[in-house]
């Protein structure tokens, strides 16, 4: 059995008066594919922006890849991570954001090399190699030369997808990577995510408001509520026969919305 | 009759060091808004602190008094400085105070979300702002430094005031040896609307540049 590439171990996240996450401990082992699912301000953001680095934590601790995050080891004890530590952790991580957050002043092939060419030290031919290589995957190539804001969201998704696998990180972040889009560019963004999990043996964990597709993708499910992991298990159990009333709620509101699953 | 030829080159002597005053006060104002701008952004309070007391200090008072204090008053804290020198300093100062908090403002106009980006793509502080927050706060920038940049030119006149022949001391040296008020005043309003045309026009060009592709095309 190999041991977890994330641990999570009792994490508590406030917002002034608010406790975002409460406690909150899991494992993700590598390769896995998770899905988190619940009601808006559950806390399933929250954890792909402190996995990130994009937030801070208030107690407890994570280790990713062997390693903590947010503490190192300084004279035999734990102290609180600098920035350098925070830039060796983030080389594992990398993010796919709801609202694509691509560089608008960057063409869609710069926006792809800049990071490796900036904190690899790749050399600008191989970084557009690479890039290329990249774009062709997600259906892109011959876009290599627009600007971000002549593409579609979907489109625009697809080169974020790209510019994140381009640091080859040991574990992706999706975070309601379709929220943003018009229902009918949806599919092809999902289309690429399937194609990745299926091709790369990268540790996934995706937000989503898409059921259909957290069935279809995850080796397993967690359901949050309140900052906490109500239930967890494998898609075919969360979603058929969920156990927690909270859990059947919600999936029944999701239904009635017009979700499929 | 007055052979105005004589009196027109003086005035247009003057105008070279009303250029040289604005041109070399623009750059000062420059270096001196880009480093208060990003120095209220620091993460050190102390940096913050600095930067916030020479915006504050040099808005709040006026021009005319720090012109008479860094000429006359410096020499007595054994610094003593050229006219030019002394114009250049306090016109460089007092506008790059304004322009600091253009930076600071187009700087923070550039969202929450390129910053993200940047950190997930793991890139460190300054390459951050290099590559991807400079660049896109620039455009946002430029319109109001054309206004400061045409502040100042016209801020140049009160230099005069440390009898440095700048185009309006040359224009009351004709009036006063002519006595006519029209021609080299008239001459003057034509050359300081010239220059600040030609400023506009300058920014104009730059913003057209730093935009491009912005807006979708790229050239």
Redesign the interface.
Known sequence: MPSPIIRIDNITKTYGPLTVLDGLSMDVMPGEKLALIGPSGSGKTTILRILMTLETINGGHIEIDGEQLYHMPKAGRLVAADEKHLHKMRKKIGMVFQHFNLFPHKCVLDNITLAPMLTKGVAKAAAEKRAMELLDMVGMADKARSMPAQLSGGQKQRVAIARALALSPKIMLFDEVTSALDPELVEEVLNVMRRLAAETDMTMLLVTHEMGFAHDFADRVLFFDKGRIVEEGKPESIFKNPRQERTQTFLRKIIAAGHRV | MIDWSGYIGLILQGALVTIELTVLGSALALIMAFAAGLGRLSRFAAVRTLATVYIEFFRGTSIFVQLFWVYFVLPFAGLTLTPLQAGVLALGLNVGAYGAEVVRGAVRAVGR??R??C???????Y?RMR??IL??ALPLMLPTFGNNAIELLKGTAVVSLISLTDMTFQAQVVRAQTGSTLIPFATILVLYFVMASAISAGMRWLERRATR??????A
């Open positions: 979300e390129q993200e980006a950190v997930a793509l793991n890139l460190s502080r390459q590559h991807v660049p896109q592709g912005l807006d979708g095309v790229r």
